[in-house]
């Protein structure tokens, strides 16, 4: 009787071109910078976020003017 968490051999299979490809892609992706942020909760990104969150609202009350 097999366990669900057994571990199987299993082959892939792909050309030398496919994974050249691949590999240019990898190493042209350009991903995001972490944001820095006061807390936690202000960590959704301004570019998504609909609105301020009450939780962000209070850490820029925390931060004060910074302009």
Known sequence: MSSTTE???FT??????????LR???????????EAVACA?????ARTA??????CARCTQQ???LG
Request: proline share 13%; hydrophobic share 30%; glycine share 6%.
């Open 7 to 9: 571990i199987r051999p």
């Open 12 to 21: 892939v299979e792909f050309t030398d071109a496919e994974r050249d490809d």
């Open 63 to 65: 931060l004060g003017p």
């Open 50 to 55: 609909a609105g301020p969150t009450v939780a």
């Open 24 to 34: 240019r892609r990898i190493e042209a992706t350009r991903f995001p910078e972490r």
């Open 41 to 45: 909760s202000c960590a959704k990104p």
